[in-house]
């Protein structure tokens, strides 16, 4: 029998790039579609040699075309981290609205399972807590932030106007705060930021006062959650992500302890419309897709430092360029 195939958008983002590894490992052949504005080929160069992978340069905003089947269409491409989406907001608008208009339109001609990455930040600054999928958010939608929330809440909107006719069988995953290896140590994110103060021994700068709280949650499980929802027939939104809350400042302190740094903390302002509480309610996914976290923080927040420390390049920013990688298969 011959394999399922997937095509994953956004597929040399961090996130895409686990993803694909994950389905390649359950099976798969991968088509992964990156135009490489925010994701780096050197997250997928692993992948490779790996029989069933193709690694293609597109931009989905301007048009998706595969040949041959396709059994089910990721929808991961997007600027993602607020340095991007704040210097990247047009291309955030457009992949979010014509991106996933291309996407689903893939879906449709191949007849294929469409799963949408969607975000926690579609709850905006929530007057909820913890966030149920059933929230409609709190969204600035002219601030800074909001080329993001409403790019992802429009793509939201647009995924359930094609189910409901009947011409795509879709999904859509609310994703919360997520870490882990290949994260860009530069893209403005607090895990990020604070194991490359950590590990350089510069101040660890936490914004505010530190009191605002995030759910983290390891790669490895969310992945598991996409691929569990891909696989069902649930419309969603379903939220994946780890419950456990802690404090930005909390956070900082704990990765300048695993990563034995002698860093200070500091505190900067901050960013407009950044949300004060973060917590997911994933009762639906426990109940739906048997799904919660498994792997502990701790570990994967060693992971991800050891990660670091391995890969000194990465803070150093020297990535490896796109064209020595694309389709040399």
């Known amino acids: 029998m011959a394999a399922r195939r997937a095509v994953v958008t956004g597929a040399a983002g961090f996130v895409g790039s686990h993803l694909c590894t994950r389905l390649l490992d359950d099976g798969f052949h991968v088509v992964a579609l990156d135009n490489f504005l925010t994701g780096a080929a050197d997250n997928v160069a692993h992948l490779l040699e790996r029989d069933g992978f193709r690694l293609i340069r597109a931009d989905v905003t301007d048009y998706i075309h595969v040949t ?4 089910v269409v990721l929808h991961f491409a997007s600027p993602a981290s607020p340095i991007d989406y704040l210097e ?5 608008m457009k992949v979010g609205s014509i991106g996933t208009m291309h996407a689903l339109g893939l879906a449709k001609e191949k007849q294929a399972r469409f799963l949408l990455a969607s975000t926690s930040e579609t709850y905006g600054d929530p007057l909820i807590h913890p966030q149920p999928e059933t929230y409609w958010g709190n969204v600035n939608p002219v601030g800074p932030r909001g080329v993001y ?3 992802k809440r429009f793509a939201e909107a647009l995924t359930m106007a094609y189910r409901r006719t009947g011409k795509v069988n879709t999904s859509i995953v609310r994703i919360f705060n997520t870490f882990g290896p290949r994260m860009r140590p530069n893209d403005g994110r607090a895990i990020p930021t604070f194991i490359r103060q950590a ?3 510069n101040p660890i700068t936490v914004a505010g006062d530190g009191t605002q709280t995030r759910s983290i949650c390891y790669v490895d499980d969310l992945v598991d959650g996409v691929v569990r929802l891909s696989a069902s ?3 969603g939104p379903i939220n994946i992500g780890n419950p456990h809350e802690l404090t930005m400042l909390a956070l900082a302190e704990w990765i300048r302890d695993l990563a034995d740094s002698q860093s200070p903390i500091t505190f900067v302002p901050r960013p407009v419309d950044d949300p004060s509480v973060r917590q ?3 009762t ?4 739906e897709l048997g799904w919660e976290p498994q792997v502990p923080l701790e570990t994967g927040l060693k992971q991800t430092i050891d990660w670091f420390r391995e890969h000194p390049e990465m803070i150093e920013q020297i990535p490896v360029p796109a064209e020595a990688l ?4």
């Open 88 to 92: 990247l907001p047009i291309e955030t």
């Open 199 to 201: 590990l350089t021994g």
């Open 68 to 71: 041959g089947n396709v059994d």
């Open 149 to 151: 929330d409403e790019a």
């Open 326 to 329: 694309i389709n040399r298969r």
């Open 233 to 235: 027939e649930l419309a």
């Open 280 to 282: 997911p309610d994933i």
């Open 284 to 287: 639906l996914a426990r109940r």
